[in-house]
């Protein structure tokens, strides 16, 4: 088959064709036939030598896939060969084929195809463990993304919103602002121009909001802290403006703030088939109802993947980045 390699870590220009042998499938695996491949900033990590995979996973770059079954191993369980699906992985999604494990597999949505159904499952998967499981939005709480108009964030907008709460996020130019506001988030504020504590203060009378799913920390934290109602949770999953802040924590303690994080990549897959079960119950409808859509900002054949990952890194897109396979 043929995949996308590297010989060694650097900027996207080490990413290169190369061919191999197919994997097989295991005990509880299929083997996919590969149509289409999400990026996700992860990727562009791993290839810069910051993101390793983790043991026993595959060292081909891409965490998510949708293609057609081509093989299943013994104790699978409800799929066949021919099959539609789509899958999380830990690794091999740059590839013509990709095993994938049954706990991760979802059939596509209703009306889609598989360059749409290949942008989910990374941040699905990500957008429901840390809002709903791990940060615990409920009821009428009140949410803001930071960072709106990243494949994560479009998502987390979109679901949260469908879900009935009042959402808020932040962007970086007046276009991704208003991106997000289509997608469902009641006022998007540009950082680089706006006080986004102060904005959304006034916007929920002072009270704040209740989640806040981050991907930046560094000197955002402290006003988040501010930001946060009594009571309130701040998730973190990545960090990119640093990973080092001083905090208050007489704050924390007096307002019972929360601060959490998490990564998925490595986590057990009995946590994500239950996750996976939780996403085919409240977000799959949803997306075979159309009230929740894909946004492709551009696609790219498996030969320009390092393409897909300069635009990636220039961060203008809006939505998702896909690799078309086959």
């Known amino acids: 088959m043929r995949f996308v390699g590297q010989r060694e870590t ?8 190369e061919e191999g042998a197919l994997p097989s499938a295991g005990p509880g695996e299929v083997l996919i036939r590969v149509m289409a491949a999400g990026v996700n900033r992860p990727d562009c990590f791993q290839r810069a030598g910051f993101y390793p995979p983790p043991p026993g ?44 494990p049954q706990e991760t597999l979802l059939p596509i949505p209703e009306g889609m195809g598989f360059t749409e159904a290949a942008t989910l499952p990374e941040t699905f998967f990500t957008v429901w463990s840390n809002v709903f499981q791990r940060g615990q ?7 803001l993304v930071q960072g709106g108009s990243s ?16 959402v808020f996020a932040t962007a970086g130019s007046p276009e991704k602002c208003a991106f997000c506001e289509t997608l469902g988030a009641e006022r998007a504020v540009n950082y680089r121009q706006e006080d986004f504590v102060a904005v959304i203060k006034s916007l929920t009378d002072q009270r704040g909001v209740d989640v806040i799913l981050d991907m930046v920390v560094g000197d955002y934290l ?34 019972r703030l929360t601060i959490t994080g998490s990564t998925l990549r490595a986590r057990e897959l009995e946590f994500k088939k239950r996750v996976r079960d939780e996403l085919l119950n409240h977000a799959w409808p949803l997306l075979s109802q159309g009230r929740i859509n894909t946004h492709i900002y551009q696609q790219f054949t498996l030969d320009n993947a390092a393409k897909a990952h300069a635009v990636m890194e220039s961060g203008r897109h809006m939505g998702k980045l896909v690799l078309t396979v086959a």
Request: aromatic share 6%.
């Open 10 to 17: 650097g900027g996207p220009e080490v990413l290169q064709i």
């Open 57 to 100: 996973a595959s060292p081909i770059i891409g965490l998510e896939v949708a293609g057609t079954i081509a093989a299943v191993g013994k104790e699978v369980t409800d799929w066949q060969v021919g099959h539609s699906c789509c899958a999380l992985v830990t690794g091999g999604g740059y590839a013509e084929y990709c095993v994938a």
């Open 137 to 143: 939005l409920s009821n009428q709480e009140t949410f």
């Open 151 to 166: 494949g994560i964030g479009s998502t987390a907008i979109q679901l949260v919103s469908a879900l009935g709460h009042r």
């Open 222 to 255: 402290p006003r988040e802290l501010k930001l946060l109602k009594d009571g309130g949770r701040l998730v973190i999953i990545a960090f990119l403006g640093g990973s080092k802040v001083q905090v208050d924590f007489a704050e924390v303690m007096r307002r």
